[in-house]
């Protein structure tokens, strides 16, 4: 089940208990790996599994859980994290405890995934070297040159599966950027991660039901934008680095704004969408996206350049 519910975890937490199971296997992608990771602390908690969600409990044991990949992209096989969904509440468990005894990841087995799903993965895994870049706190420069790496191996593999979503040899591209992208917190070791995209995500993505890529895609490139008119200079850099833009032919903010461009195109050849509206998202409900995000404006979202209530309402109607 894509965007895991709550009460799939329950159900399965009760056939667990009266199987006395032991062991769980996930065959999947991530939604299917954060099934089994919910389950596997839940058979080991006492309450309701939700509370291990919203901070009411903080998980101590799990049984152990093994999984399988069948998509490329989320680094879930491999990360520290489920993500999980009460009603539109979306909500992320970060805990050592749920990493993956083992994870199998032969590139044969994502061969027959169905093509939507993997373009949303291979999408998301580009983002995925980009949330830990953006940073306003002092940080090494090997830190930025590794995941301007990973973004341009994600991007070249993305473009090679576009054209060619069988081929093996770019399969194994993907798998092996998956594992290492999780790594985020190796790769930019001391940095003050941002994560904006993702959070503005996963409140559509509740509310919704949308695929977590196809999410990304629609609002990444009007984040880009926005954030770029008070704080282009990270954006700036990636542009110049990743897509060689002349840094003396345009200032900080035209450079964020071609990067926008660049990362727009690279979505859209996969087929997904880079507006709300293609997601059949009303206008009418930004609103009541950013007051859920925002607690009704009384908390603010993301690191790099925080924001707002009113600033989640410009960019979603940006994104429209």
Partial sequence: MPNPHIDLVRNLIDQARAADVDFILA??????????????????????????????AEPQSSVSVGVISTIPGSGSEVSDCAVLQQGHDKRALE?????????????????????????????DLAVGFLEPYFTAKDHLES????????????????????????????????????????????????????????????????????????????ILPSIIRYVARRQPKRYAQLAVRVFDADPYD?????????????IEEHF????LATSLHELGIAESSIEHVADRLTLNGSKTVGNYSPLDRNDVIAVLRLAY
């Avoid at 405890?97 to 995934?113: D, G, L, Q, W």
């Avoid at 345009?250 to 660049?262: G, S």
Wanted: charged share 25%.
């Fill in 95 to 123: 805990n050592r405890i749920v990493i993956p005894k083992f994870a199998i990841v032969n590139p044969e087995y994502s061969r027959t995934a169905p093509y939507r799903y993997q373009a949303a993965a291979v999408a």
């Fill in 268 to 271: 859209k050849a996969f087929g």
């Fill in 143 to 218: 830190e930025d040159r590794l995941l301007e790496g990973g973004l341009k191996a994600a991007l070249v593999a993305g473009r090679r599966f576009v054209e060619d979503p069988q081929d093996l040899k770019n399969r194994t591209e993907l798998h092996w950027l998956s594992a290492t992208m999780f790594n985020h917190c190796f790769l930019a070791t001391g940095s003050e991660n941002d994560w904006t995209t993702h959070r503005i995500e996963h409140e559509l993505g509740g509310e919704f039901d949308v695929i977590h890529g196809e999410g990304i895609s629609a």
């Fill in 27 to 56: 065959v999947g992608g991530a939604s299917s790996f954060d099934t089994a990771k919910a389950v596997g602390v839940g058979l080991e908690y006492d309450g309701d599994v939700w509370d291990l969600f919203t901070g009411v």
């Fill in 250 to 262: 345009n200032d900080a903010e035209q450079l964020a704004n071609y990067f926008a461009n660049r």
